[in-house]
Every structure is written in structure tokens, then in C-alpha cells.
């Protein structure tokens, strides 16, 4: 079992930055790929960024590559999202999420899930 808990979202102006972190329970958190994920009202979640257990591979979606950066720091058992050049589009709540996955970009691939952090963009 994997209890996940993310924190550092807020509120910010469009062009700013935010450092989303996701803190996993358990002694597995090195054998999981660990992905962030984002749904805006009234939209299904969407894939946003994920990370290998090895961390040697990593994916991004197409609308954040070059603006966020995922990365995992296995001595704290913690996931971080990098979030700049922040757009009013990114506006949604955030989830972290682990797994053993086959591919990484579909949310049912992932069999745990934090309870989400608010991320606002203001234009």
C-alpha cells in the first residue's frame, strides 16, 4: 500500500511558478513510476508528466513540455513537480499518482493516488 500526499499549489499569476511536491508512505516508492496528473472542471483528467522507477525515462504531455520538470529524490520518498511559464490553462487540481505501468500517460495504469492540491493561474 502507498499513501500519497501532495502540497504546493496556490494561486499565481500567469508567467509565474509553482514547485508541486508529492510525499509517498511505504518502502516501494522506489519501484513505482510516479506520475502527475491534472483535471479542470467540467474535463477528464489529463496526463501532465511521469517518472520511471529507475528514473530513466520520463514523459511529458505536448502542452507542458519545455515549461514543467518532474524529477524524484528517492532518499525522501518524494515526487516534485516543476511548473514554470505558468499559463491560465494549467489551471486545474493537480494529482499525484503511482504505479507499476506498462505506458504512462493513461490515469488507469496508476493503482494509487493523492487526494489532489489546487493549482490557479490568474491571467
Known amino acids: 500500500q502507498v499513501q500519497l500526499v501532495e502540497s504546493g499549489g496556490g494561486l499565481v499569476q500567469a508567467g509565474g511558478s509553482l514547485s508541486l511536491s508529492c510525499a509517498a508512505s511505504g518502502r516501494t516508492f522506489s519501484s513505482y513510476t510516479m506520475g502527475w496528473f491534472r483535471q479542470a472542471p467540467g474535463k477528464e483528467r489529463e496526463f501532465v508528466a511521469a517518472i520511471s522507477w529507475s528514473g530513466s525515462r520520463i514523459s511529458y504531455a505536448v502542452s507542458v513540455k519545455g515549461r514543467f520538470t518532474i524529477s524524484r529524490d528517492y532518499a525522501k520518498n518524494t515526487v516534485y513537480l516543476q511548473m514554470d511559464s505558468l499559463k491560465p490553462e494549467d489551471t486545474a487540481v493537480y494529482y499525484c499518482?503511482?504505479?507499476?505501468?506498462?505506458?504512462?500517460?493513461?490515469?488507469?495504469?496508476?493503482?494509487?493516488w493523492g487526494q489532489g492540491t489546487q493549482v490557479t493561474v490568474s491571467s
Open positions: 499518482a503511482a504505479g507499476m505501468v506498462a505506458t504512462m500517460a493513461p490515469p488507469n495504469e496508476y493503482d494509487y
